[in-house]
Structures are given as C-alpha cells and as structure tokens.
C-alpha cells in the first residue's frame, strides 16, 4: 500500500488523475519540464518535481528520469496517463522492478498486445474476427508487397507494426503507389516507434470507428463500460467522440462486446483497457484493429453515460483493493459526446498554433463536463500535442447532448490561441452528423463546408 502516486504525464490527463486521486485520499507527485515548470497540474499537485528539458525526449520519456522521481517523492505508485511511457513495456518493467506500482496491465501484455501483428494473431485466436491482412514485409522486397496486396484485394491500408495513434497508416487505392507507400510507412515507423517492420491490411471504405471500454481483473470475470464511437477524425486523430453510439447495428453491439471480453480473458488483462474495430455500415460486420493497454483520451464520455469514474478504477485496482462495482452496476443512462479543443488552424491542414491563453470563459451548463490542463495566463508550446481541453456534453438522448454542446460552444471564449473552436461547432450543426450518418471520412469528405 501507498498514499502517495505520481502522475508521469502533464497537460489535462494529469489534472484528470490528480483529481481522482486526491478523492481517493491519495497525496499527489507532479513532474514537469522545463517548458511546464507553472503548469496547471504542478500547481495542482501536492509535490512537483522537474525531470529535465522542454523536449519529452529529455523529460517526459525518461525512464530513469521519472522514476528517480519517484524515489525522492516517496511515490509508491505511477500512473502513466496516455501518451508518452502509458504503452511502453520497458518502463512498466522498470517500475515494477524498483518495487514501484505501476497503474496498468502487466508489462508483457502491454509488449504483446503493442505489437499490431502479435495482437492480431492473439485477436483471431480469441475468436475477434480481423479483416484480411498480411504478415510483416520486407519493404525492399517489392514483388513480396505487391504479392500480398493483390491476395488482399485493393484497396489496402499500410500499417506500422508497432503503431499507434493515428502514426504509420497509410491507405492505397492505386497499386502503383503501393510500394512507395510501403517504404514510407516503413521509414516513419523507424523514427516513431525504432520498429520498421509494416503489414497491410483490408481497407474498408465505409467504415465506422468503434471501441468497448473493458476493465480486466487477471484471472477474475472482466467488465465492460459498453461501446464508443470515434469516427470522426482527421488524419486518424479523434476530433469527436461519442458514447452511446444509436446507428450501430444491436447484434454487432453484442458481439463487439462479447468478442472484446474473450479476448480480454485470454490474456488475462488487468486494468483498464479499449478494444478498436472497424465497422461496416453496410454489411454490420466488425473487425479488430488494435487493442490499446491505457486509459484513453475519449474515456469521460463513458464516465458521463455510465457514473464511473475510470481512473479510481485503475487505481484501486493497481492498489489491490476493491472496485467497489459488479457488470450489473453499469447501466449507461442518455448519450455522451467530447470535442477535442485543440490549439491548431483548421483552415492550415490542421497546423498545430501554439501560444499564451491571454482570456478564457468557460461555459457552467447542466449537463457539461470540462477537462483541462490550461488556464489563463499558460503556454500551449510547440514541444507536445495541441489539445487545450475536452468539452463533454452529456443529455437524454443524442440531440440533446448536441445541443448542450452547442450552447457550451456558443459561451466559450479563448483568446491568444487559434483554435478549432468554430470547426467543432459546424461539425456539430452539420445535417449528416445530427443524422448521425458518420464514417472515418466524414472530415475529409465535408471538409469544403467545415473549413
């Protein structure tokens, strides 16, 4: 037992985590950069200790850096948040190793499952169906590529093998193009992740991007948080989330659900955890894409409709006590959706526009959740992601969550940034999204009238 975490992470997740951990009577570690040394969350923390340079590489994603944190703390626990060491096996050892808990699934899990093709052989033996793929090519063997894709049948989609995020996926309609894609996947795999190695996969062109939130016990019954959608996207980065999901065939809700929980069994996951399909409107079939060993962004919509608080989950299990909750405690009530509030030009392609939030109004509306790592006065700088914060709206049923927002929007008010504040807003009023007609192409269909 601990009473004190660290949280190795900054930004709105780990305002998030501080939070549910100080309701838990949890004293509270904060690590910061150079670059966050007044940031909101190691203001908020009951200790702040600085781990190095403003680039995560120097900081952040340092191993010894945060753990040497901890030491001097008296942190008996990390939580990783999302991003950054959340998915990294190596860091989950070493915590373990220095006799530290560490908030997630056992460190072989996370390398099993983070390797796409290992997840999906795992996946399919399970019983999750996968849609038709290969094995991981050799990029300089190019009659090999072309060989697989033609089993597949155009169009494919390129995939890094250790991906994750939106990076190292790249879809090909022309087979000309297929092994240019492949090199370059396979080079930007290198970069991101120190793993060249691509596969392909079937690329379905009307498709829905679904996920179930599961809670894994080890060898005990695991539990699910029901589905979400996250179709809307650009360049495979979540802009709106959704929880519950109406327009998702019931039969194919049921066995995305039932075919996440055996797959959650048969690697006796702990923790919390999503499972990612791809759905097709049009025939109702699902396939597996990934499965993902971390608290997600989108995790407050299923908070919203279900009364959890997810991250007290994660901790109390990790701490070894009781959730304090059975399946039959979590019934959804009314329909939830998030706005991604990110410090970028949607008219630029979406170019990240970092900067000083000199003003802020925020929005206090029944109904309305706000999650942020931001106030007036700090810096969203170059050196991290551009999400400011997540606006939540929650209502009886879709319409009214959208209206909610709307509202929300119409009274929220950032000054010194540019952001996607106006984009989020015409997706919202847009007529095929209050229809709820959503695919993965849905921005970059529409884009002319949302820009």
Known sequence: MTDTILIANRGEIACRIIDSAKKLGLKTVAVYSDADANALHVRLADTAIHVGASRATESYLGTERILSA????????????????????????????ADLVFVGPDPDTIRRMGDKQEARRTAEAAGVPASPGS??????????????????????????????????????TDPAKLVKAVQSTSAQAERAFSDASVYLEKLVQRARH???????????DPLHLHIRECSLQRRY??????????????????????????LVRAVEYSGAGTIEYLYDDESGAFYFMEMNTRLQVEHPVTEMVTGQDIVAMQIRHALGQELGV????????????????????????????????????????EGLRIDTGFAVGDEITPFYDSL???????????????????????????????????FLD??????DFAADRLHTKFIETHISELV
């Open 70 to 97: 901890a030491r001097e703390s008296g942190a008996g626990a990390i939580h990783p948040g999302y991003g950054f060491l959340a998915e990294n096996a190596d860091f989950a050892q070493a915590t373990r190793d």
């Open 135 to 172: 094995g991981k090519l050799d990029p300089s063997d190019e009659a090999a590529v072309i060989a697989a894709a033609e089993a597949i049948g155009f169009p494919v989609l390129v995939k890094a093998a250790g991906g994750g995020g939106g990076i190292g996926l790249r879809p090909v």
């Open 210 to 220: 679904v996920e179930v939130q599961v809670f894994g016990r080890g060898k005990a």
């Open 237 to 262: 980065q979540k802009v709106i989330e959704e929880a519950l999901p109406g327009s998702i065939r019931p039969e194919a809700v049921t066995g995305m659900i039932d075919a996440a929980l055996n």
């Open 326 to 365: 059975s399946q039959a405690d979590i019934t959804p009530q009314g329909h939830a959706i998030e706005l991604r509030v990110c410090a970028e030009a949607p008219e630029k392609n979406f170019m990240p526009a970092p900067g000083r939030i000199t003003a802020m109004d925020l929005p206090s509306i």
């Open 388 to 422: 400011v914060m997540k606006i939540i709206g929650h209502g009886k049923t879709r319409a009214e969550a959208i209206a909610t927002l709307r509202s929300a929007l119409s009274q929220t008010r950032i000054e010194g940034l540019t952001t996607n504040l106006a």
């Open 426 to 431: 015409r997706l919202l009023a847009h007529p």
